[in-house]
């Protein structure tokens, strides 16, 4: 019912920049969640950055500073702008929403495909 469509990961160079970005589209509920995790090989998938439809933000502390995650609430629509890329950063990084059923005690999510971003020289 609801489809995650990723774009803008590579391959970049350390100190480098990628713009990830990550349309939605179905039935979407209005008051919702949308946000990056990635996942490297033998790792967990962690979170990166979320946003919500409000405009609160939340970051991993490793990319503080460096990631800025925004949205387009009319074309559900989310970004992650990724500056200072380090090998690190390295992972496939995975769009996802997080809509709530009725109430955020029955939220449920949907997640992208995924696309590899790969910093390395």
């Known amino acids: 019912q609801v489809q995650l469509v990723e774009s803008g990961g590579g391959l970049v160079q350390p100190g480098g920049s990628l713009r990830l970005s990550c349309a939605a589209s179905?039935?979407?509920?209005?008051?919702?969640?949308m946000g990056w995790y990635r996942q490297a090989p033998g790792k967990q998938r962690e979170l990166v950055a979320s946003?919500?439809?409000?405009?609160?933000?939340n970051y991993a502390d490793s990319v503080k500073g460096r990631f800025t995650i925004s949205r387009d609430n009319a074309k559900n629509t989310v970004n992650l702008q990724m500056n200072s890329l380090k090998p690190e950063d390295t992972a496939v990084y995975y769009c996802?929403?997080?809509?709530?059923?009725?109430?955020?005690?029955?939220?449920?999510?949907?997640w992208g495909q995924g696309t590899q971003v790969t910093v390395s020289s």
């Open positions: 996802n929403l997080k809509s709530p059923i009725g109430t955020w005690s029955r939220a449920r999510d949907y």
């Open positions: 179905g039935s979407i509920f209005s008051s919702n969640a």
């Open positions: 946003i919500t439809s409000t405009g609160s933000t």
